[in-house]
């Protein structure tokens, strides 16, 4: 689906960004804009990737008038651009609101001026019955994405909604690595904690799986292992062969979960089984198509779908970070 289209990705230039691109560019693309608001993040992408296809936009998703005009001639666009870090939107919530709320809105009015064939939304597991501002602005742009889907018929919006992703920026696998290397102690905000983790390449498969074969108004959720954060942190320290390192617990900062949920129970209610790698959840609402495609699918048995339960032991996450190349 791919071949001679152009492609706009907004917040480019980050760890989502960076492996959708390596992984888009042989696939036969026509261009691939990568728009973002950091100047030497993209400068520094342009040098590592060297392709003639990629063409860099500055500007943020906050500005409609710029967005809007990125996107003409667009075939498809991964909107990526959020702010993400619980802290810093709990600590800032109209900056949040104003990026993943307004900034969704943007996005969605400039795809349907331009007539972009389709869009896809990537959210996160906080946005499943949210307790931080983070997850709550996500769980909004979800159902902007979907009602998008109501309000004109040329343009699907998709949402893929996943858990922790592994080796993103900011991502405790880089925290543990750095404080076992310069403190010979990891910090854990909780021994109980648990979080969905994923690799980024296989991340990235199932991104364009859902790209493919959606069609417009559903949520794709990613099935993907869990584990508890002390026991990732265990393997680490193992695998680092660095003697006497110790944990640390120093408590859950505000608005964060000891588990994540990636499906709520109220969810579960219209959602269907598609494969063994996704659930879908369907909109109470009705959008055309939606019904044909997944109707006959069974829907989920279970109510919500939590991180606490079904825990990989040590040596599944040392196989995780493995496939993720975190071992040396």
Same mark, same amino acid.
Request: aromatic fraction near 8%; glycine fraction near 8%; include cysteine.
């Given at each position: 689906?791919?071949?001679?289209?152009?492609?706009?990705?907004?917040?480019?230039?980050?760890?989502?960004?960076?492996?959708?691109?390596?992984?888009?560019?042989?696939?036969?693309?026509?261009?691939?804009?990568?728009y973002s608001r950091g100047e030497a993040a993209?400068?520094?992408?342009?040098?590592?990737?060297?392709?003639?296809?990629?063409?860099?936009?500055?500007?943020?998703?906050?500005?409609?008038?710029?967005?809007?005009?990125?996107?003409?001639?667009?075939?498809? +666009? $991964?909107?990526?651009?959020?702010?993400?870090?619980?802290?810093?939107?709990?600590?800032?919530? !109209?900056?949040? *609101?104003? &990026? #993943?709320?307004?900034?969704?809105?943007?996005?969605?009015?400039?795809?349907?001026?331009?007539?972009?064939?389709?869009?896809?939304?990537?959210?996160?597991?906080?946005?499943?019955?949210?307790?931080?501002?983070?997850?709550?602005?996500?769980a909004i742009g979800e159902k902007l994405i +979907? $009602?998008?889907?109501?309000?004109?018929?040329?343009?699907?919006?998709?949402?893929?909604?996943? !858990?922790?992703? *592994?080796? &993103? #920026?900011?991502?405790?696998?880089?925290?543990?690595?750095?404080?076992?290397?310069?403190?010979?102690?990891?910090?854990?905000?909780?021994?109980?904690?648990?979080?969905?983790?994923?690799?980024?390449?296989?991340?990235?498969?199932?991104?364009?799986?859902?790209?493919?074969?959606? +069609?417009?108004?559903?949520?794709?959720?990613?099935?993907?292992?869990?584990?508890?954060?002390?026991?990732?942190?265990?393997?680490?320290?193992?695998?680092?062969?660095?003697?006497?390192?110790?944990?640390?617990?120093?408590?859950?900062?505000?608005?964060?979960?000891?588990?994540?949920?990636?499906?709520?129970?109220?969810?579960?209610?219209?959602?269907?089984?598609?494969?063994?790698?996704?659930?879908?959840?369907?909109?109470?609402?009705?959008?055309?198509?939606?019904?044909?495609?997944?109707?006959?699918?069974?829907?989920v048995t279970f109510g919500e779908l939590s991180?606490?339960?079904?825990?990989?032991?040590?040596?599944?996450?040392?196989?995780?970070?493995?496939?993720?190349?975190?071992?040396?």
């Open positions: 689906m791919f071949k001679d289209q152009v492609i706009l990705v907004t917040g480019g230039t980050g760890s989502w960004g960076h492996e959708l691109i390596r992984q888009l560019l042989p696939q036969q693309p026509k261009e691939i804009i990568v993209q400068v520094a992408m342009s040098r590592a990737f060297d392709d003639k296809r990629l063409t860099f936009r500055i500007g943020d998703i906050r500005d409609k008038e710029a967005l809007t005009a990125a996107c003409r001639h667009v075939d498809i +666009v $991964y909107h990526l651009a959020a702010l993400k870090h619980v802290p810093v939107c709990e600590e800032q919530p !109209g900056e949040a *609101l104003k &990026t #993943n709320v307004v900034g969704t809105q943007n996005v969605i009015e400039a795809a349907i001026e331009n007539k972009v064939k389709k869009v896809l939304y990537i959210s996160t597991d906080k946005a499943a019955n949210p307790s931080n501002f983070y997850g709550m602005t996500k +979907v $009602y998008a889907n109501l309000i004109q018929e040329e343009t699907r919006f998709v949402c893929v909604r996943g !858990g922790n992703v *592994l080796g &993103t #920026n900011g991502s405790v696998i880089h925290l543990f690595k750095q404080q076992i290397r310069e403190r010979r102690q990891v910090s854990i905000t909780d021994m109980e904690m648990t979080r969905f983790f994923f690799t980024m390449p296989e991340a990235i498969q199932l991104l364009f799986k859902a790209s493919r074969e959606s +069609v417009g108004g559903e949520i794709f959720v990613m099935l993907m292992p869990t584990c508890r954060i002390v026991d990732l942190a265990q393997v680490i320290i193992e695998e680092s062969g660095v003697p006497g390192v110790s944990m640390v617990e120093f408590g859950v900062r505000p608005g964060e979960r000891i588990h994540e949920l990636l499906l709520s129970e109220y969810e579960s209610r219209t959602t269907v089984v598609y494969d063994d790698e996704y659930l879908v959840i369907l909109p109470a609402l009705e959008i055309a198509g939606l019904q044909e495609r997944y109707g006959d699918l069974p829907g991180s606490e339960h079904h825990l990989m032991d040590k040596e599944a996450i040392r196989g995780l970070l493995a496939r993720g190349g975190f071992l040396s």
